[in-house]
C-alpha cells in the first residue's frame, strides 16, 4: 500500500503554511501527530483498529476504495480495515443490523435515507430499530436516470409526459410497464418518483416500481424486465455502451448537486470508538479530496473498474469519471456540469438540511409516518459535528468548512422549492404523492 500526499490541488488549503512540495512526512506534522502506520490528531491513536466497512459496486463508493488501496485506513492507525463488496442495498441493510460481531458490517457506503430508515426501524425485520450515524456526504450527484431502446424515438429527457403516453398505450396493449430503482425509499427510489411525478406519472398507479440491485439493471433491461430504471454508475454507461438502452438525464438535472450517498457507522461502533470512528472519516475525507483531483480521475476509473469494487471494463468507467456523457440518444456534453462531486462544492459535508429533505420525500412515499418528529430523528443521527472535528485535524482551511448545517432553499428542475425551515410547504406542494 502506498501512503500519499495530499493532491496538489487542495494542498495550499488542505495544510496551511505547507509547501507545495511537501511529502507526506509534511503532513503528520502539519496534523501535528503520530504513530506506527499513520498520524491522528492530538497523539491519541484509535481504541481499535479493526472496521468492517460494506460497499455496493458502484462509482460513488470510489473514497473508499482508493482509501483502501492507497493506504490512508492505514495511515490514520486503522491498519485492519475490510472493505467488502455487498450484492444489494437490502444486504447492507441486514449486515449493518448483524454488525461485524455477527458477522456483518460496521457501516460503510450507503444511500443516505437508509440510516435513518434502520435507527427508525422503518426498513428492518420487525421494525426493529438498529441506531445509525452519518458522518460524512461521500458525494453529490452523478446518478442517471436510463431508459430502454424501445423509447428511442422519444428522446426522453426531464420532460416525462411523452413517456407518460408511451406507458399508457403499453399497458393498453395487455403490457406491464416497470421501473426500477434499488431499494425502497433510498436515493434512487426517490429520484425516478420526482422524475416520473413531475410529468404527471404516478409512480404507484401508472407505472410498477421495482427493486434491482445496482449490478443487475443492465442484464433485467436486456430481458425487458423494467422500462426506465435509476442507478448510479457505470450501470448506466455500460446500459448505452451495449446499445440496450439511453441516459434520459443525469439526477443532478433534477437538483443540481443533489446529496446522494453517505458514509455511515452503527451508532454503538461509534460511540465505543470515537477515535477509530474519526480516523475512518479522515480517512475517507482525504479519499475524497484525492478523488476530486482532475489529475487522478483516470487512475480513480482502474481502481474502480478492479474486480474487488466494481468489476466491470475500464470502458464503462473512465467517460463519465472524467466528466464526458455521451447519453446514448445523439446527447453528448463534455465536463458536464452534472458530474460527480467528491469533494468540490461541499460534497462531503453531511448537511442536516437535506437529510430533513429524505425524511420528507420518504413521508411523501409513505415510507415514513408523517407523524415523525423529522427534526429530532436527525439530530439524533447526522453527526456533522464530527465531520468538522475530523475536518478541523486535516487541517481544512476554516472558510472551507460550512458555518450552517442547512445549505439554504433548494430548488428542483420543474420549479419546486424546499424550504429546511418548512418542509411541509414542500410537501403540501406536490400534486402526485401517497399522503394526504
Request: aromatic residues 10%.
Amino acid at each position: 500500500m502506498t501512503v500519499f500526499d495530499v493532491p496538489a490541488l487542495n494542498r495550499r488549503r488542505f495544510l496551511a503554511g505547507t509547501a507545495a512540495s511537501a511529502g507526506t512526512a509534511a503532513l503528520f506534522s502539519a496534523i501535528g501527530a503520530s504513530f506506527p502506520g499513520g498520524a491522528f490528531a492530538q497523539g491519541a491513536g484509535p481504541e481499535t483498529t479493526k472496521a468492517v466497512l460494506g460497499f455496493i459496486a458502484l462509482t460513488d463508493a470510489a473514497p473508499l476504495f482508493v482509501a483502501k488501496e492507497k493506504g490512508l485506513f492505514d495511515k490514520y492507525g486503522m491498519t485492519d480495515v475490510e472493505v467488502t463488496k455487498q450484492s444489494s442495498w437490502g444486504t447492507t441493510r441486514d449486515n449493518i443490523v448483524l454488525g461485524s460481531a455477527g458477522s456483518g458490517i460496521d457501516g460503510g457506503h450507503i444511500l443516505t435515507p437508509m440510516p435513518y430508515l434502520i435507527s427508525s426501524g422503518a426498513m428492518t425485520q420487525n421494525n426493529q430499530p438498529t441506531p445509525m450515524y452519518i458522518l460524512a456526504r461521500l458525494n453529490l450527484g452523478g446518478q442517471c436516470i436510463s431508459v430502454g431502446s424501445e423509447y428511442a424515438d422519444l428522446k426522453l429527457s426531464l420532460d416525462t409526459a411523452p413517456f407518460k403516453t408511451a406507458l399508457a398505450a403499453k399497458k393498453a396493449s395487455g403490457k406491464e410497464v416497470k421501473a426500477a430503482m434499488t431499494f425502497p425509499g433510498g436515493t434512487h427510489d426517490l429520484w425516478i418518483r420526482y422524475w416520473l411525478a413531475a410529468g404527471g406519472i404516478h409512480p404507484n398507479q401508472d407505472i410498477s416500481t421495482i427493486v434491482v440491485p445496482p449490478a443487475q439493471m443492465v442484464a433485467n433491461m436486456k430481458v425487458g424486465t423494467m422500462d426506465c430504471f435509476c442507478v448510479c454508475e457505470p450501470w448506466n454507461e455500460q446500459l448505452k455502451n451495449q446499445e440496450i438502452g439511453y441516459t434520459a438525464i443525469t439526477t443532478s438535472e433534477l437538483w443540481m448537486n443533489h446529496p446522494e450517498k453517505a458514509f455511515a457507522l452503527r451508532a454503538d461502533y461509534v460511540d465505543a470508538n470515537p477515535r477509530a470512528a474519526k480516523a475512518l472519516l479522515m480517512a475517507v475525507q482525504e479519499a475524497q479530496m484525492w478523488c476530486e483531483d482532475t489529475a487522478n480521475k483516470e487512475e480513480m476509473a482502474e481502481i474502480c473498474a478492479k474486480r474487488q469494487w466494481i468489476n466491470a471494463p475500464f470502458k464503462d468507467v473512465v467517460d463519465r469519471m472524467k466528466g464526458r456523457f455521451d447519453y446514448g440518444n445523439g446527447k453528448v456534453v463534455e465536463n458536464s456540469p452534472f458530474q460527480m462531486r467528491y469533494w468540490a462544492d461541499n460534497a462531503s459535508y453531511p448537511y442536516k438540511s437535506h437529510d430533513l429533505w429524505f425524511l420528507t420525500e420518504d413521508q411523501r412515499w409513505g415510507y415514513l409516518p408523517m407523524d415523525l418528529d423529522r427534526t429530532a430523528l436527525v439530530d439524533k443521527v447526522n453527526r456533522e459535528d464530527l465531520w468538522r472535528e475530523a475536518a478541523k485535524d486535516l487541517g481544512v482551511a476554516a472558510a472551507d468548512i460550512p458555518a450552517s448545517t442547512s445549505r439554504g432553499i433548494e430548488t428542483f428542475f420543474d420549479g419546486k422549492t424546499f424550504d429546511p425551515a418548512n418542509p411541509d410547504a414542500y410537501l403540501e406542494s406536490q400534486s402526485i404523492k401517497t399522503v394526504s
